[in-house]
């Protein structure tokens, strides 16, 4: 068995608090390219033209060439076993939150519950003119690109690039990953703020950071304690089978404390 996974479940016994964020890159095992790697979203698309909220109020019907190639894979996309893998974490009790950039509702479609959607979710739509929201099921016969009723073309609820992060969203994230033992970061490349600065805000409050990645990235030699170089799809499911020998083999020595009770500090 892989020393740094024995070393990561042993952190994750013994954390109370503990947390995930995740990017695109887990997104990757359902189908889903990630954006920066090779043969990524952004080879294709570059985001300053299609990714930006000014690109999407000076052509609205460019930018959705590219959400119309996204909102393909999304809607045939399944969650993965790392997918699946973090919600029986949570339902173990070894994991309390997943803080996610991304916007394809496969965290919440793979079980998890307690899921922060740092850049929106995709599968619903508004008018920047007149507010309305739609569902993506609403609009889904419709020509592309989706109208408002006012005649407005609808804009996916996701955050562009030019747009700041909902501060109720940016708060509870930071009061999270403040209180957490230990912060699982897997698939980013943690290119992009302010969610690229949370593995640096955990590590300044005493976590233990578990970086999960087939590469190493700007955080790995600053801020990574243990780095699982491999895909999210295999590696979180032998974390989780390795949580589940110890326990059934008396491990961890009953202290009276009940992972269903997930309580920070
Ligand atoms: N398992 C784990 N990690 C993977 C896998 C996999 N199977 N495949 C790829 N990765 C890693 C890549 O090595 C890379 O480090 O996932 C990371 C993906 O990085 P990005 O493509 O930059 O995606 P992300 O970090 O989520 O981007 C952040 O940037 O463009 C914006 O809004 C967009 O939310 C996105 C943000």
């Given amino acids: 068995m892989d020393t740094s996974l024995v070393k990561a479940a042993e952190v994750l016994a013994g954390s109370r608090f503990t947390l995930a964020l995740t990017g695109a890159g887990i997104s990757v095992e359902s189908g889903i390219p990630d954006f920066r790697s090779a043969g990524g979203l952004w080879a294709r698309f570059n985001p300053a033209e299609y990714a930006t909220i000014e690109a999407f109020r000076q052509d609205p019907h460019k930018v959705w ?116 033992r230990v912060l699982l970061v897997i698939g980013t490349s943690a290119e992009v703020a302010p969610a690229s600065m949370l593995p640096r805000l955990a590590k300044e409050h005493g976590a233990t950071i578990v970086e999960i990645n087939p590469e190493k990235t700007r955080l790995t030699d600053e801020l990574t304690d243990i780095l699982l170089q491999g895909r999210a799809g295999e590696i979180i499911p032998a974390l989780v089978a390795e949580l589940k020998r110890r326990t059934t083999d008396g491990w961890p020595p009953v202290t009276g404390c009940s992972r269903s009770a997930p309580r920070p500090g």
Avoid at 83 to 107: C, K, M, P, S, W
Avoid at 127 to 152: M, T
């Fill in 65 to 180: 060439r590219m959400l119309a190639e996204m909102d393909r894979l999304l809607v045939r996309s399944r969650p993965n076993p790392a997918h699946l893998g973090l919600a029986e974490l949570e339902r173990l009790g070894y994991l309390q939150f997943v803080i996610t950039q991304n916007v394809d509702n496969l965290h919440q479609a793979g079980g998890s519950q307690r899921v922060i959607e740092f850049h929106g979710n995709a599968a619903t739509l508004a008018c920047l003119a007149c507010h309305a929201v739609y569902s993506r099921a609403e609009v889904s016969n419709q020509a592309v690109p989706p109208k408002c009723v006012c005649g407005q073309v609808l804009k996916p609820e996701v955050i562009f690039f030019g747009e700041e992060i909902p501060p109720p969203v940016l708060a509870q994230a930071h009061d999270l990953v403040s209180l957490a």
